[in-house]
């Protein structure tokens, strides 16, 4: 599939800008085909890593069944909107990302996903309270991959 150019090339983001900020910033809202063919988008936390996106989801839900029904997914991060009423336009900054969601399968991607996500979000907690953390509630916790085949910012 050929993905859309962005209609002002002239203010797109270099790919290293876009992953700087798919790094930096902690939610993003992921849109996916949902129930009866209406768009579904969800907020949710993340993390960026090797090209990818991953978030974790219940074993059950309307996000996996939609991404069961349909991988294709995309996911839009916005980093700035900053209003400037004297000109009448904002300044604004954002990444979407599309890509092909996956469930991960393997133990060991699973615990690294979470490893990872709990260092982004309670970076003040130990190792050792985080593996503990991990060994508790892993199991009832699904790993969503997406791996972005094309991305504007």
């Known amino acids: 599939m050929e993905f859309r150019k962005m209609r002002r090339g002239r203010q797109e983001l270099a790919r290293e800008a876009c992953e700087e900020i798919l790094s930096?910033?902690?939610?993003?809202?992921?849109?996916?085909?949902?129930?009866?063919?209406?768009?579904?988008?969800v907020p949710l936390s993340y993390i960026y890593q090797d090209g990818a996106l991953y978030f974790h989801c219940a074993k059950e839900g309307h996000k996996l069944e939609a991404l069961q029904n349909c991988s294709k997914a995309s996911f839009c991060v916005?980093?700035?909107?900053?209003?400037?009423?004297?000109?009448?336009?904002?300044?604004?900054?954002?990444v979407i990302a599309f890509g092909q969601a996956t469930l991960l399968e393997e133990a060991g991607e699973v615990r690294n996903a979470l490893r990872a996500l709990g260092i982004k979000y309670a970076p003040m907690e130990s190792a050792q309270r985080l593996e503990?953390?991990?060994?508790?509630?892993?199991?009832?916790?699904?790993?969503?991959?997406l791996e972005i085949e094309h991305m504007t910012g």
Request: aromatic share 10%; proline share 4%.
């Open 24 to 41: 930096r910033n902690t939610a993003g809202v992921l849109a996916v085909l949902g129930d009866g063919g209406y768009p579904y988008a």
């Open 78 to 94: 916005v980093d700035q909107d900053e209003i400037v009423p004297e000109k009448y336009t904002t300044y604004f900054r954002s």
């Open 132 to 145: 503990s953390e991990i060994e508790q509630s892993g199991a009832r916790v699904n790993i969503i991959k």
